[in-house]
């Protein structure tokens, strides 16, 4: 039986290194596309270059918006370990336009790194 694995770029480099070594466990996305089907137990392929890992989605939370993300105290701790708090509200916009953010809600991967 075969089935197919969704690859996902990480696009800073040190993001990919943080999910890689478990300091990031959990990735946050716009609920659109993709990722408004994303199941629990599904195996993911993320890249940034040359470099992949395979994590499987443990657990699924879904936000109402990027301003209730960033709220949460937990949720940053694991989304966002080296973003300080006064420089948090302007992390997302750099991957996502204002429209977007508030067309779309908020899904939170909590992920473990498989290889």
């Known amino acids: 039986m075969s089935y197919k694995i969704d690859r996902f770029k990480i696009r800073r480099k040190r993001t990919f290194e943080l999910i ?8 946050v996305r716009l609920e659109r596309g993709v990722f408004a089907n994303i199941k629990e137990n599904m195996v993911l392929e ?4 040359y470099d992949n890992i395979r994590v499987l989605v443990v657990d699924i939370k879904r936000v109402n918006s990027i301003d209730e ?16 708090d006064k420089d948090i509200s ?13 067309r779309n809600k908020v899904i939170v991967l909590r992920i473990k790194v498989l290889s």
Do not use: M
Request: aromatic residues 14%; hydrophobic residues 30%.
């Open 69 to 84: 993300l960033i709220n949460d105290r937990l949720i940053r701790i694991g989304s966002t370990p080296e973003v300080s």
């Open 90 to 102: 302007k992390y997302y916009r750099q991957f996502y336009s204002e429209g977007a953010l508030r």
């Open 46 to 49: 993320l890249y940034n270059g």
């Open 20 to 27: 890689k070594k478990g300091i990031k466990w959990l990735e």
